[in-house]
């Protein structure tokens, strides 16, 4: 066998696991010799630390080795199973008052065990109850009790433990496969990355993760399979930019001499160190022959819309057009607004494009399109529309990409001759992540909110409060200020127990906002009811605004500072932390009140966390990583971003540092290559 497939053999190629064996594996996921070497321990024991029982401090988390004594279910009024486990110094009993007589079905006596757990006293003598058990060694066999070192413990599913097949079996297996194959394993990582990296050989690595000698010795294991994962998948979308990089396909545009500094100029403000770099680094990208394709990420408020905006006007002046999508019809039109009032001036001519629009309109809006005479098209999606075609799209830009899909970007790039890409997200994504997925584009950050801006004031209350949150809210209003009432979204469908939007509004301007306007605004709306709404807001027309979520992403009005989210508990983190961006984005200290209708939502529950990571921290990476942590990738990605790559060994969250090192290790692999 060569030594580029032996890792691709099939496990019923392993000497002592057969037909029946192999099905078992199967089910566990593990079918080629890679899956089996790649299957890692759960955990481990260390028998250097583990105390003899007689030692065990009472009222202590410990792991305890022993061999089972004898076993026995005591019905009553309270059924339970006691189990007795003993070593050389003393004896412990288990406790289980679930399970019933089937546990005793579980065990053997003579079976060696490691559990895990508190030491309780009952009686004078050392229990545990409910204790977490490994299977060490079954009865009859020389067992690990006298051993010192590092016994893998392995997750094994019910199925597994049912057919026989337990941590015992599974090590002597897995000890049998690496005998017999692990040195016929290529180390496909260049020598040099592996001493740069301080990274054991890959042989050496795939048997110590599963029997090293120390705890220490495991973790550099670890991290050296980890490094493999992140190594090849930054080493291909590496070669994913070079390639680019090197096809002159694309549009090279020259740097704006009129259109950007003009636009400049008219502010009233001064870009940000951060603004400045990112449109620096956009324009210099842009000049380059080969097609953009670049991330921006900035928290919210941090002025994202005036960098895409500078990138429009790039095209515009280089000839080209340019067009802005945006997830929500609220949210378009208000760019439109926004861009408008900036570009006309300088003698632009930009149009929106959305869902609703008079056939007539959009008829004219099209052709102005096709024939070039609209220099900025921004839109919804209402922009991939196959009647919609572009005279010569130059650039794409995409607000809030988190909300589309891949597909919907890809159609919108075809609307042009190659135009650069541009996306842009409030990094509802941590930092490695967004490496991973993104690994593709080139990333430009902009780490820095403009000056002034005063922390956000956050707090969480319970239902309870609600009428001095209100009263606090009026005041804010009485000195000029504008205030945000969210719900949970209103589904038609589901007839939901939580005090409607449209019910608040109602409560409110009849109750304690009295002397104010008080507007509404909710998803069943029609479009052009919601653009009024925001439009009435915006002018100040409005004092407070009781929405759904509709206002959820990218809505700017900086004169508003209080946000109260109702049922706060209900809303993921990302999006309260969305939600909350909504304020602070002018000078006045701002406020965001969550407020939770939820008896309990306290410490230990995911929403108690939420809340918590909201109060503590206004940082939205660390929101994001909070977020990741309490979901778990697969749900925090949910159908949302397909395509994540899953790791076997790397930890997303925790293997930052190694993930930056891998990636620095593929950049310079690709330039050798090259
Ligand atoms: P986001 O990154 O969330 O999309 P926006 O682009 O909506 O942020 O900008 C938030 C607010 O900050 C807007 O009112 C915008 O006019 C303002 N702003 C943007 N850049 C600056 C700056 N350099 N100085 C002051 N205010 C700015
Ligand atoms: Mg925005």
């Not at 990582?189 to 495991?218: D, G, K």
């Not at 050296?224 to 990089?245: G, I, N, P």
Request: hydrophobic share 40%; with cysteine.
């Amino acid at each position: 066998m060569s030594t580029t497939d032996v890792l691709d053999m099939t496990i019923d190629g392993v000497r002592g696991i057969g037909a029946k064996r192999a099905a078992v594996l199967n089910e566990a996921g593990i079918f080629t010799l890679a899956d089996l070497f790649w299957y890692r321990p759960r955990r481990y024991l260390d028998r250097t630390r583990t105390v003899p029982i007689a030692r065990a401090p009472v009222g202590e988390e410990v792991t305890l080795v022993g061999r089972v004594r004898g076993m026995n279910f005591v019905p009553g009024r309270r059924p339970r199973f006691v189990l007795v486990l003993e070593d050389e110094s003393d004896d412990i009993s288990c406790t289980w008052f679930s399970g019933g007589r089937y546990m005793q079905k579980n065990f053997t006596e003579g079976d060696e065990l490691a559990i895990s757990g508190k030491v309780d006293l009952f009686q004078g003598r050392r229990q545990m109850v409910h204790p977490e058990y490994e299977f060490i060694t079954p009865a009859g066999e020389a067992g690990l009790l006298h051993t010192g070192g590092v016994v893998p413990l392995y997750t094994s599913s019910a199925d597994m433990k049912e057919r026989g097949l337990r941590s015992r079996g599974f090590r002597r297996l897995m000890r049998g496969a690496l005998d017999e194959f692990v040195e016929q394993v290529a180390d496909g990582l260049p020598a040099e990355i592996r001493t740069r990296q301080q990274l054991m050989p890959l042989v050496q690595a795939l048997r110590t993760i599963h029997f090293p000698a120390s705890i220490m010795e495991a973790e550099n294991a670890r991290r050296r399979l980890a490094f493999d994962e992140l190594f090849y998948l930054q080493l291909r979308l590496a070669r994913l930019r070079a390639r680019r990089r090197e096809r002159p396909e694309g549009i090279a545009m020259a740097q704006s001499q009129e259109l950007v500094p003009q636009l400049l100029r008219e502010l009233p403000f001064a870009l940000t160190a951060a603004q400045e770099r990112v449109v620096n680094e956009i324009v210099a990208d842009m000049g380059l022959p080969h097609v953009m394709n670049r991330l921006v990420q900035g928290d919210v408020g941090s002025g994202k819309t005036l960098v895409g905006l500078c990138a429009l006007l790039t095209a515009v002046e280089n000839g080209f057009q340019a067009a802005l999508m945006a997830p929500t019809e609220i949210l378009a039109e208000q760019h439109f607004l926004n861009i408008k009032s900036l570009v006309q001036p300088l003698g632009l001519q930009v149009i929106l494009l959305k869902g609703k629009q008079r056939v007539s309109v959009r008829r004219q809006l099209q052709e102005a399109l096709s024939s070039g005479s609209a220099h900025i098209a921004v839109g919804t999606h209402a922009l991939i529309q196959t009647e919609v075609e572009f005279a010569r799209l130059g650039l794409v830009v995409i607000d809030e990409q988190h909300r589309f899909g891949v597909m919907q970007r890809g159609a919108l790039y075809k609307k042009g001759e190659k135009p650069d890409m541009l996306v842009m997200t409030a990094t509802p994504i941590p930092r490695t992540l967004a490496q991973t997925l993104y690994g593709d584009l080139e990333v430009s950050l902009i780490d820095e909110l403009p000056p002034g801006r005063k922390p956000i004031r956050t707090a969480r209350r319970g239902v309870d409060r609600r009428e001095a949150i209100f009263d606090f809210a009026a005041d804010q209003m009485r000195q000029g200020r504008q205030v945000y009432i969210v719900y949970p979204l209103v589904e038609e469908s589901e007839k939901m127990d939580l005090t409607s939007a449209v019910e608040a509004c109602q409560e409110l301007s009849h109750g304690p906002f009295a002397e104010f306007e008080v507007g509404l605004l909710h998803g069943r709306m029609s479009a052009e009811e919601k653009v009024e709404v925001m439009e009435a807001f915006k002018a100040h027309r409005m004092d407070a605004l009781v929405s759904t979520t509709v206002i959820e992403v990218g809505v700017d009005v900086p004169n508003a500072s209080v946000m109260i989210v109702e049922h706060a508990e209900r809303f993921g983190l990302a999006q309260l932390h969305q939600l909350r961006g909504r304020v602070g984005r002018g000078g006045e200290q701002s406020f965001c009140i969550l407020i939770s209708h939820q008896q309990g939502v306290g410490e230990g529950t995911d929403s108690g966390e939420r809340l918590d990571a909201m109060v503590e921290t206004q940082d939205g990476f660390i929101i994001a990583e909070k977020d990741l942590e309490i979901r778990g990738p697969g749900e925090f990605f949910g159908t949302r971003q397909a395509g994540i790559p899953e790791f076997k060994v790397a930890d997303v969250l925790r293997d930052e540092p190694l993930l930056r090192a891998a990636r620095e290790e593929a950049d310079r692999q690709v330039e050798i290559e090259a």
